[in-house]
């Protein structure tokens, strides 16, 4: 038997050789030497779960973030037994794991090598708090590219950066500041156009290092718990955010009101006060759908209280806010106040909810109000009675959506800003320090929010927004980007921020519009906007100590503008809402980058700024003051000019105008794009008709589709919602539009206005289902080549 310490590099220590080989269905079990287990677990073809144990032992098998429904299903696999290594092989892989140190090697069934070990899994044994520090370093083949891993604010590719995930209040944070608040633990790697995906599931500190130590290795590692990595394999990119997406799961349909816009400052108080601003909206004419009431509308920042003094009756106000389209949304942390004469601390005090120390007092942390304790939401006793905390609020008065906040959980003027490491936690029966809980809190917490609103609020679709994440948080809610900064630094770190928690299965989420700190400049305010109308989350939202930052603050020109892309937004609805079912549906990233868009184009390798919203429509924010427009790359394929409707060929740099109202923005050829009338919030008007801008196309065809429901509720889960799907083929003198339409769901218009783009011949004939109808009839407007038709039609001819 050979002992560890024959096996020791500088502290680490390494696997010896296989001993044992057994297999019990899709798992596999490697055993050494030295007492490590590799447990290499088979979920699909391309999902492949790595698992270390050291000393013969494996943990408890717990993780909050794979969902139920991820883990599902059993793929076909061989394992061969040669001389030098076992190989596995599926119907997308082969894993080869070398007899003499179970090193690993991931290749296709063409042997390409996708993901290989350098000195693979190794780890220092922890004398202070016991078990391991587990590491994992792999092989970085030159030209490499790495992106993911959640909300970190630098650049796209993450090639030659350290990453650290600890979740943290980082107040007014900067470009490449790490960590931040949340933890993702998932990477993508790309070579040769070929993409991979490790998620490493351990909520533990996480570090990752990307060639920044050793020019070709990159590799993770976590203070505490086990080597435990899930492998994806693409080769596209899309198809590992998808399956990554499949394993940590996906969110419910939000209500369609959600992805309006929304309106938030620290804080409007009293009730005249955020009366004055929906007023405001509504007289200006900026859609909005949702208002905050911040931090100050509860009584000393007591959770779950009013402020009687500000608010004498918050169900009549969340009422006559709602008559007007307004949903109230309020904001709950979790710091508890320690007060004998509180309800909820007394309650959770009596049922020993809250946090404790190592050695038994509790957890006492200053936060907004004061000394505080705090619910163990890792504990599923707390969280149902947190999630019962919500009847007043959500069924009583009227509240629609809550805003979990200081959930790293932030505690003020104390080092590291948060729990100290001794902190004890449940983790759902399996009792843990701080250390193992801290990254996961967050999440708990929204997720115990999530299922008090839903309950309460049922059958509303239940709406909560939280700052602290690790993978999962998706299924329960969506989530901003922290404190940022008024600069022009932060709307290009909002823009990568977006990009990167789409492609890290977050895609519900958005930055505070016009930057949280300090005091943007109208144009700042307005460049602001045009990015934010397309990102998945859309608020508004300041620290309020600086002055006002409505739209109406920055005079007539910036109200024009914030109206004109507001307006678009809501316009798009029907767009956008498509791209959230087809999240909640297939995991697809609502935000592609141009890489995950089209990684064969080694243009797109670096690129930031650039985006596509949906599947087809490219945008690129202006990120500079005094611009009258940016230079951008527009990916490969042809494409549209949005406000000038040139056309354009992409592969290349270009020179795009865009005036202070403008945003450089492109349509996909062959594309249709659905809108909405312009509505002051959703459900203003019953929706008469659907616009259906039909972008021309010559040559292969191009499919859109258009998903729609009853905006709210879940009657869509028993078919009640209408997908329809659009196959566009032009020819030179001919456009083809058909038309198939799935599910139950009866839409309130009975038409639709078709707008044909780009045609490059004179309309002469059209035929809906095969019958020639009188051009007239179907209203049709040659100067704007517009036709409305009835909406069931299958086939459209329109021909010259
Ligand atoms: C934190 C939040 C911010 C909020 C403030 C007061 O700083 O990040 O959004 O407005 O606390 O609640």
């Given at each position: 038997m050979i002992t560890n310490t024959e096996l020791e590099i500088k502290g680490n220590l390494f696997p010896g050789k296989i001993i044992s080989f057994s297999q019990n269905v899709d798992k596999i079990n490697f055993t050494t030497e030295n007492g490590v287990i590799l447990q290499v677990t088979i979920l699909r073809g391309s999902v492949i779960r790595f698992r270390y144990a050291t000393d013969n032992n494996f943990e408890n098998d717990f993780s909050y973030a794979i969902s139920e429904t991820g883990v599902r299903g059993y793929s076909v696999l061989e394992v061969e037994d040669h001389n030098e290594e076992y190989v596995i092989i599926t119907k997308k892989l082969k894993i080869h794991i070398a007899k003499a140190n179970i090193n690993v090697v991931i290749k296709d069934t063409a042997d390409n090598v996708i993901c290989k070990d350098d000195w693979g899994f190794h780890w220092e044994q922890s004398y202070e708090y016991g078990g391991n520090i587990v590491k994992m370093s792999k092989n970085a083949p030159q030209g490499e590219c790495y992106y993911g891993l959640g909300d970190k604010p630098m650049h796209l590719n993450l090639k030659g950066k350290r990453i650290e995930n600890w979740a943290t209040d980082q107040y007014a944070f900067g470009k490449d500041q790490d960590p931040l608040y949340k933890s993702v633990p998932f990477y993508i790697g790309m070579h040769e156009e070929r993409a991979y995906g490790i998620f490493f599931d351990n909520t533990f500190r996480t570090f990752f290092d990307f060639c920044h130590e050793r020019r070709n290795v990159t590799s993770f590692w976590a203070q505490g718990g086990e080597m435990n990595y899930y492998f994806f394999y693409g080769p596209d990119m899309q198809g590992v955010v998808t399956r990554y997406t499949d394993l940590t799961g996906k969110p419910e349909l939000p209500p369609l009101w959600a992805l309006g816009y929304h309106q938030c400052k620290w804080s409007y108080y009293p009730e005249s006060k955020v009366k004055e601003v929906a007023n405001k909206f509504r007289e200006l004419q900026i859609p909005c759908d949702?208002?905050?009431?911040?931090?100050?509308?509860?009584?000393?920042?007591?959770?779950?209280?009013?402020?009687?003094?500000?608010?004498?009756?918050?169900?009549?106000?969340?009422?006559?806010?709602?008559?007007?389209?307004?949903?109230?949304?309020?904001?709950?942390?979790?710091?508890?106040?320690?007060?004998?004469?509180?309800?909820?601390?007394?309650?959770?005090?009596?049922?020993?909810?809250?946090?404790?120390?190592?050695?038994?007092?509790?957890?006492?942390?200053?936060?907004?109000?004061?000394?505080?304790?705090?619910?163990?939401?890792?504990?599923?006793?707390?969280?149902?009675?947190?999630a019962g905390l919500f009847k007043e609020l959500i069924d009583e008065i009227g509240v629609k959506g809550v805003w979990n906040d200081m959930n790293e959980p932030a505690v003020m003027e104390v080092p590291g800003k948060t729990f100290p490491n001794d902190v004890r936690h449940d983790y759902d029966?399996?009792?843990?320090?701080?250390?193992?809980?801290?990254?996961?809190?967050?999440?708990?917490?929204?997720?115990?929010?999530?299922?008090?609103?839903?309950?309460?609020?049922?059958?509303?679709?239940?709406?909560?927004?939280?700052?602290?994440?690790?993978?999962?948080?998706?299924?329960?809610?969506?989530?901003?980007?922290?404190?940022?900064?008024?600069?022009?630094?932060?709307?290009?770190?909002?823009?990568i921020q977006a990009q990167r928690m789409s492609m890290s299965g977050m895609s519900f989420t958005g930055s505070d519009i016009g930057g949280f700190a300090e005091q943007p400049t109208g144009e700042l305010y307005a460049r602001w906007i045009q990015l934010g109308v397309f990102h998945p989350f859309c608020r508004t939202h300041s620290s309020g100590d600086h002055g006002d930052q409505e739209p109406w603050t920055f005079g007539k020109e910036v109200i024009d503008v914030t109206r004109k892309f507001v307006e678009l937004r809501y316009q798009l609805l029907p767009y956008l809402y498509t791209m959230f079912w087809d999240y909640v549906e297939q995991g697809i990233p609502m935000l592609k980058s141009l890489v995950l868009y089209d990684q064969e184009d080694i243009q797109t390798h670096y690129r930031t700024d650039e985006f596509i919203f949906g599947n087809q429509i490219l945008v690129c924010p202006v990120q500079e003051p005094n611009s009258k427009g940016r230079r951008m790359y527009i990916p490969r394929g042809n494409w549209f000019n949005y406000w000038t409707r040139e056309y354009v060929n992409g592969g290349g740099e270009q020179w795009v105008d865009a005036d202070l109202d403008s945003i450089p923005m492109f349509i996909k050829e062959g594309a249709i794009i659905p809108k909405y009338p312009i509505q002051q919030y959703v459900g203003e008007k019953k929706i008469d008709q659907l616009t259906l801008e039909v972008y021309y196309k010559l040559g292969d065809k191009e499919v859109s589709k258009v998903y729609e429901d009853a905006e709210d509720g879940y009657d869509y889960s028993k078919g009640r919602y209408s997908l329809r799907t659009f196959t566009f083929t032009g020819k030179e003198q001919e456009i083809i539009i058909q038309q198939h339409k799935n599910g139950t769901f009866i839409t309130d218009y009975e038409t639709m206005e078709i707008e044909l783009i780009g045609i490059p011949f004179v309309i002469k004939q059209i035929e809906i289902d095969n019958v020639t109808v009188v051009l007239k009839d179907v209203h049709f407007d040659p100067k704007k080549n517009t036709i409305v038709v009835p909406k069931g039609f299958t086939e459209l001819h329109i021909e010259a």
């Open positions: 949702a208002i905050y009431l911040d931090i100050d509308y509860m009584e000393g920042f007591r959770c779950f209280t009013w402020n009687k003094e500000y608010f004498p009756d918050p169900k009549r106000m969340v009422a006559e806010l709602a008559e007007d389209g307004f949903k109230t949304i309020v904001i709950i942390d979790p710091g508890i106040k320690i007060d004998q004469e509180y309800g909820v601390f007394k309650e959770a005090l009596d049922n020993d909810y809250f946090c404790k120390r190592a050695d038994g007092p509790y957890m006492r942390g200053k936060v907004w109000p004061g000394e505080c304790f705090f619910p163990d939401f890792t504990n599923p006793e707390v969280r149902e009675w947190w029966g399996n009792p843990c320090s701080h250390r193992k809980a801290h990254n996961i809190y967050g999440t708990q917490m929204a997720r115990a929010t999530y299922e008090g609103i839903k309950q309460f609020g049922y059958p509303k679709r239940p709406f909560v927004i939280t700052r602290s994440a690790y993978s999962g948080a998706q299924r329960y809610t969506s989530s901003w980007t922290g404190d940022n900064i008024a600069t022009w630094e932060h709307l290009w770190i909002a823009n």
